[in-house]
């Protein structure tokens, strides 16, 4: 019998409510992802750059509901979250006493692109954090 490779693991899709309370185990999901697709060392990266894109959809969008979609590229992950406000994003010049405001820099810091993608109905916000090598082949 041959011997066949199994398919690379499909994308990961959730929709869900972005509140505090499910922002841990999204983390933990998101990480995980990372891991089996062979990118440890970008856990961190997505990980900090999939709670700042669900943070902001709670604080600043007017509904929590939302789908996080993690793609997996050869030399790195997506994340892409999609919310239903179609406002553009605004980064602010939080200073130092401010207890909120420096997510997109964040992301800015960690990403290799990041950007905005403005529908009729709704807004995808993404970032793709990458890494040096590909993917290992299995």
């Not at 062979?38 to 959809?57: I, K, M, P, Q, Y």
């Not at 050869?74 to 130092?96: I, K, M, Q």
């Amino acid at each position: 019998m041959p011997v066949t490779a199994e398919p690379d693991p499909p994308d990961y899709r959730q929709d869900l409510v972005a509140h505090p309370e499910s922002l841990a185990i999204m983390r933990r999901i998101v990480s995980a992802h990372v891991d089996l697709w062979g990118f440890r060392e970008l856990a961190d990266s997505v990980t900090l750059c999939a709670h700042e894109l669900l943070t902001n959809v709670d604080r600043h969008t007017g509904s929590p509901h939302c789908t996080i979609t993690l793609r997996r590229r050869p030399n790195g992950v997506r994340v892409t979250v999609t919310d239903t406000n179609t406002d553009p994003l605004e980064p602010s010049d939080a200073d130092w006493t401010a207890e909120s405001g420096r997510g997109l820099a964040l992301i800015n810091g960690v990403a290799e692109h990041f950007g905005t993608v403005i529908r009729q109905d709704s807004k995808d916000v993404w970032a793709e954090i990458l890494t040096s090598r590909p993917a290992a082949l299995a």
